[in-house]
């Protein structure tokens, strides 16, 4: 007990630094998550060129009717902005299926907004799917069925909580959580 106190002293009489050190990691153990939360590091932002980096390396591809990516051009696919935990979420996927994955919706406007919902594509929660035989009988098989979503797509549910919808031309995926 004694050795544990003056430890702490030193600590503390000999660098002053230490205190904000020590301050800093509780703050980020704190804030990190809890059990309802994501840990801070999925939740961080990412850049186009992170997530696409991220995503090439794990063989995940995307494609754009308008072959590029600005985020204000609704004919675009950009990953500007998405959530880390997306991104985790989407590679997840094609590790455990195995199928090829491509994205054809990110962050870009033009999704069907519900402006009462924080899990939209532009906030970084969402990404479109395009279907393949592959992919398709994964999710059908691997995730339990959820019901029909209330604009009438028929919705199934990953045991990490994520829900893939499928709205005819493609899966509308939500990444509340990063299934890593």
Same mark, same amino acid.
């Given at each position: 007990?004694?050795?544990l106190r003056?430890?702490?002293?030193r600590?503390g009489?000999?660098?002053?630094?230490?205190?904000?050190?020590?301050?800093a990691?509780?703050?980020?153990f704190? @804030?990190? %998550? $809890?059990?309802?939360?994501?840990? +801070? #590091?999925?939740?961080?932002?990412? =850049?186009?060129?992170?997530?696409a980096?991220q995503?090439?390396?794990a063989?995940?591809?995307?494609?754009?009717s308008?072959?590029?990516?600005?985020?204000?051009?609704?004919?675009c696919?950009?990953?500007?902005q998405?959530?880390?935990?997306t991104v985790?979420?989407?590679?997840t996927?094609?590790r455990?299926?195995?199928?090829?994955?491509i994205? @054809?919706? %990110? $962050?870009?406007?033009?999704?069907? +907004? #519900?402006?009462?919902?924080?899990? =939209?594509?532009?906030n970084?929660?969402?990404l479109?799917?395009?279907?393949n035989?592959?992919l398709?009988?994964?999710?059908?098989?691997a995730?339990?069925?959820a019901?029909i979503r209330?604009d009438?797509?028929?919705?199934?549910?990953?045991?990490?909580?994520n829900?893939?919808?499928?709205?005819?031309s493609h899966?509308?995926?939500?990444y509340? @959580?990063c %299934?890593?």
């Amino acid at each position: 007990m004694t050795t544990l106190r003056s430890r702490r002293l030193r600590i503390g009489a000999s660098a002053p630094a230490a205190g904000s050190l020590i301050l800093a990691i509780l703050v980020l153990f704190f @804030t990190s %998550g $809890t059990a309802s939360a994501q840990p +801070t #590091r999925y939740l961080t932002k990412l =850049t186009q060129a992170q997530a696409a980096a991220q995503l090439r390396a794990a063989g995940v591809s995307w494609t754009s009717s308008g072959h590029c990516t600005t985020r204000s051009n609704p004919r675009c696919t950009s990953l500007a902005q998405i959530n880390r935990s997306t991104v985790r979420g989407v590679i997840t996927l094609k590790r455990a299926s195995g199928c090829a994955i491509i994205i @054809t919706g %990110g $962050t870009e406007v033009g999704h069907g +907004t #519900r402006t009462h919902s924080r899990y =939209t594509h532009y906030n970084g929660y969402k990404l479109d799917l395009a279907h393949n035989r592959c992919l398709d009988r994964y999710l059908h098989r691997a995730f339990r069925y959820a019901g029909i979503r209330g604009d009438g797509y028929p919705q199934w549910r990953a045991p990490s909580g994520n829900i893939y919808c499928n709205e005819g031309s493609h899966w509308d995926v939500t990444y509340f @959580t990063c %299934g890593c």
